[in-house]
């Protein structure tokens, strides 16, 4: 499996952005999607996270209410929608691919074995 972020971008204060994480491959063995991102200079941090079937769905305290997670199967693409974006949003944005069903254990890193590339969201004040 193979997964590629992308929709990062500049954004003010307040604003909304989309990310979008396209699976390719053998989706097949993916059973969740998690989102995290890393600022610079601090440790990575789990954003989000769905389970590809049944939909659970969990988030960060720091996202909560402003971020939605979704998925499309018949796209095999995973969306983040983030909204009131704060500049402590700025970071680099990964998505992740696990092949178990995640629960609480969605929130760590070492819980997913296929990694995207990161696409940068900035939020300016």
């Known amino acids: 499996v193979q997964l590629q972020a992308s929709g990062g971008g500049l954004v003010q204060a307040g604003g909304s952005l989309r990310l979008s994480c396209l699976a390719s491959?053998?989706?097949?063995?993916?059973?969740?999607v998690g989102w995290f991102r890393q600022a610079p200079g601090k440790e990575r941090e789990f954003v989000a996270a769905i389970n590809w079937s049944g939909g659970s769905i969990y988030y960060a305290d720091s996202v909560e209410g402003r971020g939605t997670i979704s998925r499309d199967n018949a796209k095999n693409m995973v969306y983040l929608q983030m909204n009131s974006l704060k500049p402590e949003d700025t970071a680099v944005y990964y998505c992740?691919?696990?092949?178990?069903?995640?629960?609480?254990?969605?929130?760590?890193?070492?819980?997913?074995?296929?990694w995207g590339q990161g696409t940068q969201v900035t939020v300016s004040s």
């Open positions: 992740a691919g696990s092949r178990r069903y995640l629960g609480k254990d969605a929130t760590r890193g070492n819980e997913y074995d296929v």
């Open positions: 491959g053998r989706t097949s063995s993916m059973r969740a």
